[in-house]
């Protein structure tokens, strides 16, 4: 289902939703005053209780009488089409910022092997200090190779690229740097596992959703420490490339998903600048897979 779809489907249903409840509170105030006469006839005085109550029931219905009659059913849920109107754009500008040319968004997760249990080890204040310095090697790689962090989970991140090859260099990138890291780092290594996969996704208030940002995650938590594994869909999209070598495939079965799913290990990255020289070689041509 396509973003535009979707935004189409949910204003149908807010609207049905919000006129329902419309005129559900409508027939709930109005009984409600019908008991509170009814009350008001059999006993007297009346409590101040049931007259703080007669009294919002009453407000109820003609606030809500007059909205309807100054401005129709209608205008009762301006304000949600005008949410969804709004939250629709922030989405397709959220969207093209991390969108390659061919629509898809590359996601990458990753995490800290072993995470609770260093945490137990070391315990919550140490912990800390070594979360942090985790975090800021990661931070600097992302930056450089044009990620956008989403989200961080504690010990880990999610990521969007635009180009499926910035998310395979920042992986790449992490690994390289938490293994020669000093510091805390140093005196306690640690390793993350790093998934990555592409797809089209769906974005609402700075988060991003969808079948392929569920794969993505399911992708790196098949992976390994010190391992960076991306998905068949991913690795189609570099096949042109020189500066990636992956590993033999791996089959899985991710859970939620139909079928094995085939995961590729990314067995080594080729420097920029030794790129640029191997692309003026002359380049054989890829077997054709069977």
Excluded: Y
């Excluded at 009294?55 to 129709?72: L, M």
């Excluded at 800390?128 to 044009?146: M, P, Q, S, T, Y």
């Excluded at 399911?218 to 189609?236: I, W």
Aim: aromatic letters at 4%.
């Amino acid at each position: 289902m396509s973003v535009l779809e979707m935004v189409l489907a949910t204003t149908v249903v807010l609207l049905t939703a919000a006129l329902g409840g419309c005129l559900l509170a409508l027939r709930r105030s109005r009984a409600q005053v019908v008991r509170l006469e009814a009350t008001q006839q059999r006993t007297a005085p009346r409590s101040p209780k049931a007259l703080r109550v007669a009294g919002r029931a009453a407000r109820v219905v003609a606030q809500s009488a007059a909205h309807v009659r100054e401005h129709g059913v209608t205008s009762l849920v301006t304000s949600s089409i005008e949410d969804l109107t709004r939250w629709a754009a922030e989405s397709r500008a959220a969207i093209a910022e991390v969108t390659a040319p061919d629509g898809t968004v590359t996601v990458l997760f990753s995490d800290i092997e072993g995470s609770t249990e260093l945490n137990v080890r070391l315990g919550d204040r140490a912990w800390v200090g070594l979360l942090a310095e985790h975090d800021k090697l990661a931070r600097a790689v992302i930056a450089r190779r044009r990620g956008r962090v989403v989200k961080s989970q504690g010990d880990g991140f999610m990521v969007v690229f635009r180009h499926p090859a910035d998310a395979l260099r920042a992986g790449w990138e992490i690994h390289r740097g938490l293994a020669s890291a000093r510091g805390r780092l140093r005196s306690t290594p640690i390793s993350v596992r790093i998934g990555v996969h592409r797809g089209v996704v769906v974005a609402r208030d700075g988060d991003f959703f969808g079948r392929n940002v569920a794969l993505a995650a399911r992708v790196a938590a098949q992976a390994g420490g010190g391992e960076t594994l991306v998905s068949d869909e991913l690795r189609e999209a570099l096949l042109d490339s020189t500066e990636f070598v992956f590993s033999e495939p791996r089959e899985a079965t991710l859970k939620g998903f139909a079928g094995p799913q085939t995961l590729w290990l990314v067995d080594e990255v080729v420097d920029d600048h030794e790129e640029d020289a191997r692309s003026r070689r002359p380049r054989l041509s890829r077997p054709r897979r069977g």
